[in-house]
């Protein structure tokens, strides 16, 4: 039985905060494959300001080439509308019958999963797998670990080194042409500025 990590996102772009938190995960449960998911259409964020399912897929493949256990799926965007965590997990439990499914969350996705679509059948479907990046944060996941403990639901929490990136940020940066060297794959920055995106 293989464990498979399925890490979802707008992507938008992904950065070494995004890497750092699989690796983590990968350190403590050392999964067969880590599975990179770009959204379609996120039921949770803004997709005013999203790139192209096409750009998001290409920097997430560059992403993937300096690790090896790293793979890419355009699964949710070969889906029209939102892309629900649901509806993913059922097709690629269709696609790993026999291997164990994790789910790689934030800390914020983790502690308000209840108000997810179709969140109780998701839950009993995966481990789900999340980090506390600031202080105070691991109390609140541990208690809510505790909760869904009592519902039978699978998780794992981690403490991570706080890594001040976000991809708002970056975007921001790079608008406004300030430097984000060392806040994402070179690979990734390279792409980013062979295609001038997020330029203002």
């Keep these: 039985m293989k464990k498979i990590a399925l890490f979802g996102g707008a992507f938008n772009p992904i950065h070494q905060g995004h890497i750092n938190l699989a690796l983590c995960f990968d350190v ?42 790293f793979s890419v799926s355009d699964i949710e965007l ?17 696609l790993y019958p026999d291997d164990k499914l994790y789910l790689i969350v934030g800390s914020d ?35 809510k670990q505790l909760v869904l403990d009592t519902q039978g639901v699978k998780s794992v929490i981690c403490e991570i080194d706080e890594l001040p990136v976000s991809s708002t940020d970056i975007r921001r940066r790079l608008r406004e042409g300030l430097s984000v060297e060392g806040m994402l794959p070179s690979r990734v920055l390279d792409y980013i500025k062979a295609h001038r995106l997020y330029e203002s």
């Design 28 to 69: 403590r449960i050392k999964f067969n494959e880590i599975l990179l998911i770009p959204s379609h259409i996120s039921p949770h964020k803004d997709s005013s300001m999203l790139l192209s399912g096409e750009d998001r897929l290409a920097m997430c493949r560059l992403a993937a080439k300096d690790h090896a256990r």
């Design 78 to 94: 070969r889906r029209e509308g939102k892309s629900f965590t649901f509806d993913t997990v059922c097709e690629l439990r269709q």
């Design 109 to 143: 996705m983790f502690l308000s999963i209840d108000s997810w679509y179709r969140a109780q059948e998701l839950m009993h479907m995966i481990t789900i797998c999340a980090a506390a990046r600031e202080k105070g944060e691991y109390d609140q996941l541990i208690e």
